[in-house]
């Protein structure tokens, strides 16, 4: 039975969706006003584990993911610069055409993550109508106030408020550290509806009965997800920043307008940390994935990165774990691929490999339905593959079949793509070869050795074939590895050492 930690009940539960076998997942999205650094990228791989391992139980998910582009503020208290404006004036562009980018940004790192996209995206401000409607139920039952030209929601009205928040240690930024805002009527009051904007030339505004205007952060959230998923909904995620504000204001929202829960599990992500200090924008700390293109890593090792350490755990990202990480998913690609090559070539015979299979496999069940225990199922797939390696001798074409084909299977969970014979390209390279691709067209021959350089620094290489180029990725020299990466060490005996080629029959 799956079990996942409910940070409303403060305990492991017992999982089960609310209606049949179908799960639906609400998790709050970017805001997209620049590219997503890896620590944001850590808060959505940890909801694709939670869907990969509902889905490798045998559940259907329901996922739905907000774009977050009207500009909301740079505190979570409704105060600060709006974040969408000032990316736009960074850029000299318009809060439009800013949204759009980083949109697709965060899209391309999704996909290079080997994020499963979600069944809706939607933005906020395609949604503004349903958020006006929320704020109207809530008003008629009194639960907000007019002041300063904003409209409140007012907290001492809801008796709920503030249950999911329980240790100040687990709230991220503190509210009591942002500006006050004289309009209110409570500390934790918050908008629903701003008119009055001290920004000049607002350029996103709608009619309102409150008058033109803008919404709170907040609102989007409690109106997208239950009009997408029904309320309750089963499972809300996000990362720990928003336990206190974020998730709080939303679940009074919600509930008190509808007067029944939001949803019922709601699950919180930790922070990745360099030096114990959060990934932030605003920290100036933060690396994005296009840099670690650029230093030569495949995103899919920053995927390996993540897998070792429990969502719920803080993760300290240095260099020196991130080249750990590459050799550790390169040697375990390596190992799987020669899987691939003996399941056709090598003799025929047989001996029992199920046993194995079958005792590792409960490992990995019983290590993901304790709270999605990534980290030890990830060491059980290691610890499979080197008593592989030791019976090589013995194991003929029609095992190492049965070996990949478990592979393939359990990595419908780690989705490190480790059967996949082809390399993905990035986004980005396929970005700069089309790029380099247009200007030798254009016979701008500096600019196309340029950009083949910049293309060679991420890793790859353009051949230019006589049907068109072809990206292939550098044929990077493959550290040898004899023992697991240290945070799988930690987990199982440090016995077993990976499969070596060099002993291939
Ligand atoms: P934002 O775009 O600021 O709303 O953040 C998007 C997501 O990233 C939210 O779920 C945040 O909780 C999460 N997040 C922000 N910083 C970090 C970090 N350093 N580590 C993990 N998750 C983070
Ligand atoms: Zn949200």
Redesign the pocket.
Known sequence: MLHLYNTLTRKKEAFKPLKGKTVRLY?????VYNY??V??L???FFADTLKRVLIHFGYRVKHVMNI?DVGHLTSDADSGDDKMLLGAQRERKTVWQIAEFYTDAFKDNIRDLNIIAPNIWCKATDHIWLQIELIERLEKKGHTYRAGGNVYFDTSTWKGYGKLKWSDKQT?KSVARVDKDVHKRHEHDFVLWFTKSKFQDQDMKWESPWGAGYPGWHIECSAMSTHYLGQPFDIHT?????IAVHHTNEIAQSEAAAGKPMALFWMH?????IDST????SEGNFITLQSFAERGYDPLAYRFFLLQTHYRQQLNFTWQSMDAAQNGYRSLRENVREYVLRATRAQPKKVSIEPLITRTSKKIDAALADDLGAPQALAALFNFISQVNRRTARLGRGDYRIVCAFIKKIDAVFGLSLTRRDDRIPAQVSLLADKREHARKEKRWAVADALRDEIARAGYRVDDMPDGPRIVRHDLRISRISSLPTAVLNTVPSRYSLFRSSSAP
Not at 27 to 31: A, D, I, Q, S, W
């Open positions: 998790t709050c999205g970017p805001t997503a650094h620590g944001n850590r808060s959505y977050t991220g996000g990362g720990i920043d928003h992500g930790e922070f990745l940390v959060r990934m932030g924008k």
